[in-house]
């Protein structure tokens, strides 16, 4: 099993029209990432614009899709999001995302996630488990930090972290 630890994002958050929001988001990749040709950035950051609607069951946020079925203390919903990583190195060919489908559970400040693959790339599963709070600074930034720990099934880290005979 892989673990990875996602540290923090800022989001800084624009009003748009009812439900629609948009602005900067601000991402540190894992280090592998840097000198990429999938993230080519200066040392693997990564400042992205951002376009989302916020619903207040439906969340649409670039790839990933989320629905709130029980909104209350203890929440329930359901996810489709894109997943995988895209790291490219010399002799192993680009991996395909993944389109992962499943359910997230949330308690306060605690957030489980369980996901399988929907797209049949790597026919695995993975879950995640974290901890974070939105902070409001102003009116339209918002500080959103987190720590997720992420565990992934054997088929998903064969496939996007494994080599092929043929490479």
């Known amino acids: 099993m892989k673990y990875a630890i996602v540290l923090w994002s800022l989001i800084f958050i624009f009003p748009a029209q009812a439900g629609f929001i948009g602005g900067i988001g601000y991402i540190r990749p894992d280090e592998y990432r840097f000198d990429n040709d999938i993230n080519s950035l200066p040392f693997g950051w990564s400042i992205v614009p951002m376009i989302a609607y916020r619903g207040e069951r439906l969340n649409v946020l670039g790839p990933n899709v989320s629905y709130l079925f029980v909104k209350r203390i203890l929440s329930f919903g359901l996810r489709v999001n894109a997943t995988g990583d895209r790291y490219k190195s010399e002799g192993v060919r680009k991996r395909d995302t993944a389109i992962n489908g499943g359910a997230f559970v949330k308690l306060f400040f605690l ?57």
Request: aromatic share 18%.
């Open 111 to 167: 957030t489980v996630n369980f996901g399988r693959d929907l797209s049949s790339k790597y026919n695995g599963h993975t879950a995640s488990a974290s901890i974070g709070w939105r902070f409001k600074l102003l009116e339209n930034i918002l500080f959103n930090p987190s720590v997720t720990q992420r565990f992934l099934s054997e088929k998903y880290v064969n496939y996007y972290y494994g080599v092929e005979s043929s490479e």
